[in-house]
C-alpha cells in the first residue's frame, strides 16, 4: 500500500506515521528527546523513521515529510531560528539527508498541522480556515482561498509571536514582550497561575507536591472542580487567549478557526464555549459570529498527517495551488 511519512518534531518527543493517501496512519513510532542539540535530534529522527519504514517496508514509501518548528529556508531546508529549541541557521533537511534516502521535505511543525486539519480534519471543505496550536507555544497556519498561505519568507501563520500585552506582558521565548504565546500558551496558563498565587495564600495548588510538577493539566483539572486559585488562573489566561484570537480574526477573517494542540483541545465546556463569547465581545469590523471556534479533530495526529501530505503534494511549491482534491491525487515524484 502506498503511504508517505510524516514527522512530527515537538519540543520533548519525534513521532513518525506512514500515512495512506486518505489521511490514515498505519503505523507510528514515537521517541523521546534527550537533547536538542541538532545531531541528537537528528538520531532521534533518523530512528523513528527507521522504524515505521520496518514495520511497512521501504518500496511502497513516496517521500518523507518533517514538521520543524521554527522558520524555514523554503530552498535550503534551514531552521533560520527556533527560540523554543534556540536553534540559528541549523541545516535540518541537509543532516537528515545524509541518513534518509527518500525524497525529503521540510515545513514548520503548525504549518504541517494545519495542512493535516484543512484535509482531513477540522477545515475540510472550509477555503478560509485558520489553526491554532495550543500547547508548550503557540504555533498556527492560515488557508486562504484553499491554499495554504507562507508568506514571503516562509513566516505567514507565526501568530504566537504577535505581542498583545506590551507594557505588562511575560517575557517570550523570541525575546519580545507580551507576545500571544507568552500569554496564552498552555505555558502562560502556569505563568498565570504563578502570577496570582499572591491572591490565594491558602491555594491548593500551592501546597502541591512535587512542586516541579506543576503543569497547565493541574491547572484545567483544578479549575474545573472550582478551585478559586485555578479559576482565577484561567480567567486571565482566557482573557489573553481571546484577545490573540480576535486579532487573528481581524488579520485573516476565517470561516472556521480550530485550536489544536494539548491545551487547545481541553474541554469545550471550559473553553471554545467561553472563548467565543469573548472573541464576539471583542469583534469589531467583522460580523461577529461569522468565525466558528472549533476543537480540532486530529488531535496529536495532525502533524504527522500534514508532514506526510507535504511529501505526497512534493514539498512547499505545491502548497500555492488549490489544495482541494488533493488528499486522493496522486503523489508527486519529487528529486532526492
Given at each position: 500500500?502506498?503511504?508517505?511519512?510524516?514527522?512530527?518534531?515537538g519540543g520533548s518527543h519525534t513521532a513518525a506515521g506512514a500515512v495512506t493517501p486518505d489521511g490514515a496512519i498505519i503505523q507510528q513510532a514515537e521517541r523521546d528527546l534527550v537533547s536538542l542539540e541538532p545531531?541528537?535530534?537528528?538520531?532521534?529522527?533518523?530512528q523513528v523513521v527507521q522504524q515505521v519504514l520496518a514495520a511497512t517496508g521501504e518500496k511502497d514509501?513516496?517521500?518523507?515529510?518533517?514538521?520543524?518548528?521554527g522558520n524555514i529556508d523554503e530552498k535550503t531546508g534551514t531552521v533560520n531560528f527556533s527560540p523554543n529549541f534556540q536553534w540559528v541557521d541549523v541545516p535540518l533537511k541537509a543532516m537528515l539527508e545524509k541518513r534518509i534516502k527518500h525524497p525529503l521535505h521540510i515545513l514548520n511543525d503548525a504549518r504541517c498541522a494545519t495542512l493535516g486539519?484543512?484535509?482531513?480534519?477540522s477545515g475540510k471543505g472550509v477555503a478560509e480556515f485558520a489553526l491554532i496550536t495550543i500547547g508548550t507555544g503557540i504555533g498556527g497556519g492560515f488557508?486562504?482561498?484553499?491554499?495554504?498561505?507562507?508568506?514571503?519568507?516562509?513566516?505567514?501563520?507565526?501568530?504566537g509571536h504577535h505581542v498583545i500585552r506590551p507594557d505588562t506582558g511575560f517575557f517570550c521565548t523570541c525575546g519580545k514582550r507580551g507576545c500571544f504565546e507568552?500569554?496564552?500558551?498552555?505555558?502562560?496558563?502556569?505563568?498565570?497561575?504563578?502570577?496570582?498565587?499572591?491572591?490565594?495564600?491558602r491555594s491548593t495548588l500551592l501546597t502541591r507536591k512535587p512542586?516541579?510538577?506543576?503543569?497547565?493539566?493541574m491547572i484545567r483539572k483544578a479549575a474545573a472542580k472550582g478551585d478559586d486559585h485555578a479559576l482565577a488562573a484561567w480567567r486571565n489566561w482566557l482573557d489573553d487567549l481571546a484577545l490573540g484570537v480576535s486579532n487573528i480574526i481581524s488579520f485573516t477573517n476565517p470561516a472556521v478557526i480550530a485550536l489544536g494542540g494539548g491545551v487547545g483541545q481541553a474541554d469545550p465546556a471550559m473553553l471554545s464555549g467561553p472563548l467565543t463569547l469573548k472573541v464576539d465581545a471583542l469583534t469589531t469590523m467583522i460580523p461577529k459570529g461569522i468565525t466558528r471556534i472549533v476543537t480540532a479533530e486530529l488531535g496529536n495526529d495532525a502533524g504527522v498527517i500534514g508532514a506526510a501530505a507535504l511529501a505526497r503534494l512534493g514539498g512547499t511549491r505545491q502548497l500555492t495551488k488549490p489544495l482541494n482534491g488533493v488528499a486522493t491525487a496522486p503523489a508527486v515524484k519529487a528529486k532526492s
Open positions: 500500500m502506498e503511504f508517505a511519512i510524516g514527522i512530527d518534531l545531531a541528537a535530534v537528528v538520531d532521534e529522527i533518523e514509501c513516496t517521500g518523507i515529510g518533517v514538521g520543524s518548528p486539519e484543512y484535509l482531513y480534519g488557508i486562504s482561498g484553499n491554499r495554504l498561505i507562507l508568506g514571503e519568507a516562509m513566516g505567514a501563520g507565526e501568530v507568552a500569554q496564552a500558551s498552555g505555558t502562560a496558563l502556569l505563568r498565570h497561575a504563578l502570577a496570582t498565587a499572591p491572591s490565594f495564600p512542586q516541579d510538577k506543576w503543569g497547565s493539566k
